[in-house]
């Protein structure tokens, strides 16, 4: 039982960290908009870089790729609640605990899914993010890519208490 509480654990952190997110999102939207309109603008990339023809410009392109962005975090929060509920509910039984595994799995997935592909592989060489000293996410993707992956692996280790 300890290795599952354990494992409900990390699921709910990862939900209360993406709550967070949204919620920083949501009530700061302005400064955080900033950062995606400077990445797709690629406007503190190097300067003259050949890659200047992938720029986005449009404010109405920054706000649907900033909403998408805020709404895949918010399933994901919300998928990872969701799994911390149906993992605490079948915490008794190791083998229903199995089974109430999705949801968690789904929004961890989700998670690394948003900040690999949305941030690293889209952000930093799409729009050549790792050139701005300035709107560089890279860093701080690639530390939640890790815990959510870390926690991902974890959850999905056989239960064998």
């Not at 909403?67 to 929060?77: Q, S």
């Not at 969701?82 to 089974?99: A, H, N």
């Not at 050139?131 to 701080?140: H, K, L, P, R, V």
């Amino acid at each position: 039982m300890p290795i599952r509480i354990s494992k409900i654990t990390f699921v709910a952190a990862i939900a209360l960290f993406l709550t967070l997110v949204v919620f920083n999102n949501v009530t700061d939207y302005w400064s955080n908009f900033k950062f995606v309109k400077h990445v797709l603008s690629m406007d503190t990339t190097f300067p003259e870089n050949s890659g200047m023809w992938r720029a986005m410009t449009s404010p109405t392109v920054h706000h649907i790729f900033y909403i998408g962005i805020i709404l895949a975090e918010a399933l994901a929060a919300y998928l990872c609640w969701k799994g911390t509920v149906c993992l605490f509910q079948s915490r008794q039984d190791i083998t229903l605990f199995k089974t109430k595994k999705g949801p968690a799995v789904y929004g961890l997935t989700l998670a690394v899914l948003i900040w690999f592909v949305g941030f690293i592989a889209i952000g930093g060489e799409w729009f050549l993010m790792w050139q701005s000293q300035t709107w560089n996410g890279i860093s701080a993707a690639f530390r939640i890519v890790t815990i959510c992956g870390i926690a991902l692996l974890y959850l999905l280790m056989p239960d064998g208490e």
